[in-house]
């Protein structure tokens, strides 16, 4: 071993540990989750499962963009909530790329879609890094505002089958743990406020009208199945008008100069749900926690 990548392993090695964020291996069957999951809910299952579709890409995206400028971070502190936001999507796209996987049939086909998101994806790994890092940014900020909500309707989630529960919310609950990573990386590297907000801005209307449009074309193809459930469809569009209303004032705090995502206040939120998890789904990351704190 040279005397370089010794000093790297050591460095390595005595890096402190991330704060608030831990990598944890998920636990779950997707063959076991039944199509329309969510509150029985065809739109909002769609929906979430049209988001499921984009992860795998998405997160390794992510990824990419904070490693474009790792090596201009100092701060240890920072490295180390890098190297557990790293882990952490690694987990999501694996786990999401195992329930899309199960979920491939005749009249429900993700493939298409998720080819026309590998040429964005390749699109965008073309502009400038500060562009791709502003992305990841306000991206993580919705997903931080999406698992929140989730997360807020328990009688949503007991709804769902344990499967579903184990990934949805283990995913949610680990987005709102690294949500300010991506965004102190851009602000440590770049700290461009008015790019910031402008970025938010032009993914607000891409994401809303790319899961729109991918929701949409999910529900079309089990339409024979979607339609009958005018109960479950009706009571979707409500959930969704109300998590509109509802998240609306955190969505627009990110365009505020002195925004951080850790003004918003999640610790006793992540503290039921993971002691939840941990007590009556037996997910064994969360035991470990719960026996550690205790």
Same mark, same amino acid.
């Given at each position: 071993?040279?005397?370089?990548?010794?000093?790297?392993?050591?460095?390595?090695?005595?890096?402190?540990?991330?704060?608030?964020?831990?990598?944890?291996?998920?636990?779950?069957?997707?063959?076991?989750?039944?199509?329309?999951?969510?509150?029985?809910?065809?739109?909002?299952?769609?929906?979430?499962?049209?988001?499921?579709?984009?992860?795998?890409?998405?997160?390794?995206?992510?990824?990419?963009?904070?490693?474009?400028?790792?090596?201009?971070?100092?701060?240890?502190?920072?490295?180390?909530? *890098?190297?557990?936001? &790293?882990?952490?999507?690694?987990?999501?796209?694996? @786990?999401?790329?195992? !329930?899309?996987? /199960?979920? #491939?049939?005749?009249?429900?086909?993700?493939?298409?879609?998720?080819?026309?998101?590998?040429?964005?994806?390749?699109?965008?790994?073309?502009?400038?890094?500060?562009?791709?890092?502003?992305?990841?940014?306000?991206?993580?900020?919705?997903?931080?505002?999406?698992?929140?909500?989730?997360?807020?309707?328990?009688?949503?989630?007991?709804?769902?089958?344990?499967?579903?529960?184990?990934?949805?919310?283990?995913?949610?609950?680990?987005?709102?743990?690294?949500?300010?990573?991506?965004?102190?990386?851009?602000?440590?590297?770049?700290?461009?406020?008015? *790019?910031?907000?402008? &970025?938010?801005?032009?993914?607000?209307?891409?994401? @809303?009208?790319?899961? !729109?449009?991918? /929701?949409? #074309?999910?529900?079309?193809?089990?339409?024979?199945?979607?339609?009958?459930?005018?109960?479950?469809?009706?009571?979707?569009?409500?959930?969704?008008?109300?998590?509109?209303?509802?998240?609306?004032?955190?969505?627009?705090?990110?365009?505020?100069?002195?925004?951080?995502?850790?003004?918003?206040?999640?610790?006793?939120?992540?503290?039921?749900?993971?002691?939840?998890?941990?007590?009556?789904?037996?997910?064994?990351?969360?035991?470990?926690?719960?026996?550690?704190?205790?």
């Amino acid at each position: 071993m040279s005397t370089v990548q010794a000093t790297a392993e050591k460095s390595y090695l005595n890096r402190p540990k991330a704060i608030g964020i831990k990598v944890r291996k998920p636990s779950f069957n997707p063959k076991a989750i039944r199509r329309h999951f969510f509150a029985n809910s065809p739109v909002m299952s769609h929906l979430l499962t049209a988001l499921s579709s984009t992860f795998p890409i998405g997160e390794q995206f992510f990824v990419h963009s904070v490693r474009n400028v790792r090596d201009k971070i100092t701060d240890e502190k920072l490295q180390a909530q *890098i190297a557990a936001f &790293i882990g952490q999507e690694a987990m999501h796209s694996k @786990a999401h790329t195992e !329930f899309n996987d /199960a979920w #491939r049939r005749d009249d429900y086909n993700l493939d298409s879609f998720q080819a026309w998101l590998a040429r964005r994806d390749a699109l965008i790994k073309s502009v400038h890094p500060k562009l791709q890092l502003a992305v990841t940014a306000a991206f993580e900020h919705f997903t931080a505002l999406l698992g929140d909500y989730i997360l807020r309707h328990p009688e949503v989630l007991s709804t769902l089958d344990d499967d579903a529960v184990k990934l949805w919310v283990w995913h949610a609950i680990e987005e709102i743990e690294h949500r300010a990573v991506a965004f102190d990386v851009y602000q440590t590297v770049y700290g461009d406020d008015k *790019i910031r907000r402008l &970025i938010m801005r032009s993914v607000t209307t891409g994401f @809303a009208s790319l899961t !729109f449009y991918s /929701a949409s #074309r999910l529900f079309l193809q089990d339409h024979k199945k979607s339609i009958p459930k005018l109960g479950g469809n009706l009571f979707g569009l409500y959930l969704l008008a109300k998590m509109f209303v509802q998240l609306l004032p955190e969505y627009l705090s990110y365009y505020k100069t002195n925004f951080h995502p850790s003004d918003i206040d999640y610790t006793q939120l992540l503290k039921y749900w993971k002691t939840r998890l941990a007590e009556d789904y037996q997910l064994e990351g969360f035991q470990q926690e719960l026996h550690a704190v205790v």
